[in-house]
C-alpha cells in the first residue's frame, strides 16, 4: 500500500510521534501552548496525526486535555508531515516570542 493511498499507516504514526515525543518535546509543548490554545499548559506529547492535523495530548492544571492542530496544507505524503510540524514550529515560536532553533539545529 502506498503512502499517498494510506498516508498515516499506523507505522508512519508511531514513526512521527515517537520521534516528535522522543526528540522534540519542547516543540510539542510550545504548539499546544500557542497553536492549540493551551497557553496554561505544563508538558505535552504528540498524540497522534490524521488527514485533519496533528493532536497533542497536554497537561493544563494537572489534567491531560488533547487538542489538534490542524495543517495549513492538504497532507498526502511523509514527507509533508515533517514541513506541516516544522512550520508549527516556527509559528509556535513566532506567537510566543521564543527564538526558533536553525535548520542545522533540527
Request: net charge negative; with cysteine.
Amino acid at each position: 500500500m502506498s503512502e499517498a493511498a494510506a498516508p498515516f499507516t499506523p507505522e508512519i504514526v508511531s514513526a512521527v510521534t515517537s520521534h516528535m515525543n522522543n526528540d522534540h518535546p519542547e516543540d510539542n509543548l510550545l504548539i499546544a501552548r500557542s497553536l492549540g490554545g493551551l497557553p496554561d499548559a505544563t508538558a505535552a506529547t504528540m498524540a497522534t496525526i490524521s488527514p485533519e492535523g496533528a493532536t497533542f495530548r497536554a497537561t493544563v492544571d494537572g489534567v491531560e486535555q488533547d487538542v489538534t492542530v490542524p495543517w495549513a496544507v492538504e497532507v498526502t505524503e511523509r514527507a509533508t508531515i515533517r514541513l506541516e510540524v516544522v512550520r508549527m514550529y516556527n509559528e509556535a515560536c513566532a506567537a510566543l516570542g521564543v527564538t526558533p532553533r536553525t535548520a542545522e539545529e533540527h
